[in-house]
């Protein structure tokens, strides 16, 4: 605690919560790592494959159409001022047709709600839920989900031995279960208000298939829990998966579907995503997307004119052959890292449907062991997996988004020092 400047206070005005929250401790510690490392050793060449950050520009397409918007918006006749907080029409149909209609599911332009990003959408979306209920998350995982529940109350009190909270329930994904999640108790406390699923996932590269998500369905109907489907990774998926938790029969009486244009299309740095509630979905004779209306109109102003411009460009038919191919680079970068890694002898997971390869570290070594080894005999960096979780100890996670240059000489490396 730092020594207050102020005479007067008051007890509790803070809200503790954040005072509970561990350091984050994960990106940087790895990047001072990385720094004394290249202090030490200035002539080494650092290859980094742990970027979480995709790395193509944006499609030819896209930024045409951007240049278009900015032009609009600099003509008296075309301006654009506070747009609808939900998003515009254009790119609210554009989704509903290209993202539901294509693969065989009905969801109204109404149920769509545009905005400048799933992390905030996944961590702002607690705040409809009563601080009683119990939070599943799997382990490893998107670090959002459980900080952001801790930051509200949700999570009880953090564990610094165990690396887990009190009141979270934590379900184990490991090359035991295929990195499936089990499904939770169905009785007591144990049955949770709101479970956090991401397929493909983001850090194991694992995905899901019809059946099983199909049984997560059925779970939350029967128990009145509400899925919040992180779907980030959709366009990534090659093998035949759901792409949405809506292809799932009854799905939308229980789920709420997170999608971004980051990874899909490379806007990271442009910022845009939609949320997806159907009317459907009802709890206590409330409806959740009238809840959420709700909430946008009153706290959010709706993603920039320009951007949902961009978004709208990557359904078109140039849009989508170009942010295909960008994809494609991605996946050949996964491809090389897992049949290289496969080759050498590393057990690899991931890299089929996602853009990340989740690698059993050898001889049981630590996640942090492996991060040491790996940048003192060849120079590379990855993710320990024990940063994203307990269960994540002794994995490492590798993405794709980095160079075809890079990772093929990365791969190299590996299999000549390794
Ligand atoms: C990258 C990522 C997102 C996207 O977040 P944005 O805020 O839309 O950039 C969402 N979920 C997961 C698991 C991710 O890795």
Redesign the pocket.
Known sequence: MTESNNDKEQAGILNDNYGKMPGSYLFSEIARRVKDYSQANPESKIIRLGI?DVTRPICPTIIEAMHKAVDEMGNEKTFHGYGPEQGYDFLRNAITKFDYEGRGVKIEADEIFVSD????D?ANITELFSNDIKVAVCDPV?P?YVDTNAMMGRAGDYDSKTGRWSNLLYMPCTAGNNFLPELPSATGDEVPGIIYL?FPN?PTGGAIGYEDLAKWVDYANENGSIILY?S??EAYITEDLPHSIYEIPNAKKCAIE?R????TAG??GV?C?YTVIPKELIRNGASINFMWNRRQTTKFNGAPYVTQRAAEAVYSEQGQKEIKENIAYYMENARIIREGLTEIGYEVFGGVNAPYIWLKTPNNMSSWDFFSYLLEKVQIVGTPGSGFGPCGEGYFRLTAFGSAENTKAAIERMRDKL
């Open positions: 979480g990003g799933s992390k905030c996944c998107y959002v991401c983001n992180d980030a990774y997170f971004s244009f980051s990874k806007f990271t910022r995503a």
